[in-house]
């Protein structure tokens, strides 16, 4: 369902915003913005997009009314509906979805009576303080920041201009986040990383003193953790993007704008770099390199380092279209096993 703001823009706004042709009347006013498949009336004010050809009869006869469309010869613009005109539909309804529903920001200081904040540490105002939340020693919270209900941010901690903590978020060991960031709920950084040594078939535990450094606009789901570095820092690049229940070890290096879909799992001193994408439970091991722009298939083990960007999918991982070659190939084992058995007995009949 949508959820309508308070806010509004015009069709011809909304065309201008986002660079859209627009069919239709552009003195429209639109309030909100929703998912069209679950719009059962109303709808004559909200806008939807479509990443496909205009040809969904469902669509056609939903009740809202402006579309996010995306170019194609011919395209049939039927008459009842208004539609922007635009090559990227997911980017546009993106950009429109952001001015209709802000990532929250404090504009003025609230903080609750329940939260308990050290006499050293810095609040900058305005700032959103929830229930429960513990400010450490010598921490800092920038102006802006929404801190949700029990979140902690450790001594010596920095939490940047505008940035967003969900309920449960620790902010651990001298972490230093910057603006913008948005961390979903019980996501850990600065966890204490999986650093041992052993001698005799007992381990030591390595002491992890570095820290976890986050630049501006990353975006971190739900549970996920960021474990600081053994020494020196843990990195996290502008622009990153990581999914819910994630695993960063320590001394990785993320590169600016690099997205990571859920249950990945990154080894110590891994270096990935910028531009890359990951998908759902992919594996890395330690200690290696992946290259600018590098694209890794779901469910896949990088086990060595990746030099030239291309997709990538397997365990270990192969260009893709190598590892498609071999997954065919493995289908004809059965019967490439059989054929070896009964050529060998043949030849053990001939001598």
């Given at each position: 369902?949508?959820?309508?703001?308070?806010?509004?823009?015009?069709?011809?706004?909304?065309a201008?915003?986002?660079?859209?042709?627009?069919h239709?009347?552009?003195?429209?006013?639109?309030?909100?913005?929703?998912?069209?498949?679950?719009?059962?009336?109303?709808?004559?004010?909200l806008?939807?997009?479509?990443?496909?050809p205009?040809?969904?009869?469902?669509?056609?006869?939903?009740?809202?009314?402006?579309?996010?469309?995306?170019?194609?010869?011919?395209?049939?613009?039927?008459?009842?509906?208004?539609?922007?005109?635009?090559?990227?539909?997911?980017?546009?309804?993106?950009?429109?979805?952001?001015?209709?529903?802000?990532?929250?920001?404090?504009?003025q200081?609230?903080?609750?009576?329940?939260?308990?904040?050290?006499?050293?540490?810095?609040?900058?105002?305005?700032?959103?303080?929830?229930?429960?939340?513990?400010?450490?020693?010598?921490a800092?919270?920038?102006?802006?920041?929404?801190?949700?209900?029990?979140?902690?941010?450790?001594?010596?901690?920095?939490?940047?201009?505008?940035?967003?903590?969900?309920?449960?978020?620790?902010?651990?060991?001298?972490?230093?986040?910057g603006?913008?960031?948005?961390?979903?709920?019980?996501?850990?950084?600065?966890?204490?990383?999986?650093?041992?040594?052993q001698?005799?078939?007992?381990?030591l535990?390595?002491?992890?003193?570095?820290?976890?450094?986050?630049?501006?606009?990353?975006?971190?789901?739900?549970?996920?953790?960021?474990?600081?570095?053994?020494?020196?820092?843990?990195?996290?690049?502008?622009?990153?993007?990581?999914?819910?229940?994630?695993q960063?070890?320590?001394?990785?290096?993320?590169g600016?704008?690099?997205?990571?879909?859920?249950?990945?799992?990154?080894?110590?001193?891994?270096?990935?770099?910028?531009?890359?994408?990951v998908?759902?439970?992919?594996?890395?091991?330690?200690?290696?390199?992946?290259?600018?722009?590098?694209?890794?298939?779901?469910?896949?083990?990088?086990?060595s380092?990746?030099?030239?960007?291309?997709?990538?999918?397997?365990r270990?991982?192969?260009?893709?279209?190598?590892?498609?070659?071999?997954?065919?190939?493995?289908?004809r084992?059965?019967d490439?096993?059989?054929?070896?058995?009964?050529?060998?007995?043949?030849?053990?009949?001939?001598?």
């Amino acid at each position: 369902m949508a959820k309508i703001f308070a806010m509004k823009m015009t069709l011809a706004e909304i065309a201008k915003e986002i660079g859209a042709e627009l069919h239709g009347d552009g003195s429209h006013v639109i309030r909100g913005i929703c998912d069209w498949r679950w719009v059962e009336e109303g709808g004559e004010d909200l806008l939807t997009f479509q990443t496909k050809p205009l040809t969904d009869k469902s669509l056609m006869e939903s009740p809202v009314r402006s579309v996010i469309v995306p170019e194609l010869p011919d395209a049939d613009y039927r008459p009842g509906k208004d539609y922007l005109v635009i090559k990227n539909t997911r980017y546009a309804f993106a950009v429109i979805g952001q001015i209709f529903h802000p990532m929250p920001r404090a504009t003025q200081t609230r903080i609750h009576e329940t939260a308990v904040i050290h006499e050293t540490a810095v609040i900058e105002e305005p700032v959103e303080i929830g229930p429960y939340c513990v400010i450490g020693a010598n921490a800092r919270v920038s102006k802006g920041c929404v801190l949700q209900s029990h979140v902690y941010v450790d001594v010596n901690c920095v939490v940047g201009e505008d940035t967003v903590l969900e309920p449960f978020v620790s902010i651990l060991q001298g972490a230093i986040l910057g603006a913008r960031d948005y961390i979903g709920t019980g996501a850990k950084i600065g966890v204490t990383g999986f650093g041992n040594a052993q001698k005799d078939g007992r381990f030591l535990q390595t002491p992890q003193i570095g820290i976890v450094i986050i630049e501006d606009d990353v975006h971190i789901g739900a549970n996920s953790c960021g474990d600081r570095a053994t020494l020196g820092v843990t990195h996290i690049e502008e622009g990153v993007r990581i999914d819910n229940l994630i695993q960063i070890a320590h001394n990785c290096r993320i590169g600016a704008h690099t997205g990571i879909a859920a249950l990945a799992g990154i080894a110590g001193s891994t270096d990935i770099g910028k531009h890359c994408l990951v998908g759902g439970q992919v594996g890395f091991a330690g200690h290696l390199k992946v290259c600018d722009g590098s694209v890794i298939m779901g469910q896949s083990g990088v086990m060595s380092s990746i030099t030239e960007p291309d997709v990538y999918f397997g365990r270990p991982v192969k260009p893709v279209k190598e590892a498609h070659r071999i997954a065919i190939a493995s289908t004809r084992l059965p019967d490439l096993l059989k054929r070896v058995k009964a050529l060998e007995a043949r030849l053990d009949n001939d001598s």
